[in-house]
């Protein structure tokens, strides 16, 4: 079974930055892709970066220049780098993976981000 594990979530002020981890308990490269989304209570959850096998990357319009997505093929390892975080950022981030027809998500890892 995969498992996924998040980490790096906290609380910091506006501005600040913070590092999300998600360590997969398979290699990385067998996924088509792997993401970070967010949820704020009583927001559905969106889709804030991904990478795709290619190493290509997108993001969503209001965390352009701020948040970055990579990895770490050898450590199983996708990141997201969040800087000039703002209070609209807060929510819980899930990592999650495409792997054939299946999608795989972590537990989340809270981020909350004061004013």
């Known amino acids: 079974q995969v498992r996924l594990v998040e980490s790096g979530g906290g609380l910091v002020q506006a501005g600040g930055s913070l590092r999300l981890s998600c360590t997969v308990s398979?290699?990385?490269?067998?996924?088509?892709?792997m993401a970070w989304y967010r949820q704020a209570p009583e927001k559905q959850r969106e889709l804030v970066a991904r990478?795709?096998?290619?190493?290509?990357?997108e993001y969503l319009d209001s965390v352009k220049g701020r948040f970055t997505i990579s990895r770490d093929i050898a450590k199983n390892t996708v990141f997201l780098q969040m800087n000039n975080l703002q209070p609209e950022d807060s929510g819980t981030y899930y990592c999650?993976?495409?792997?054939?027809?299946?999608?795989?998500w972590g537990q989340g890892t809270q981020v909350t981000v004061s004013s």
């Open positions: 398979m290699s990385i490269v067998s996924m088509k892709a």
């Open positions: 999650a993976a495409a792997l054939g027809a299946h999608a795989i």
């Open positions: 990478i795709i096998a290619s190493g290509s990357t």
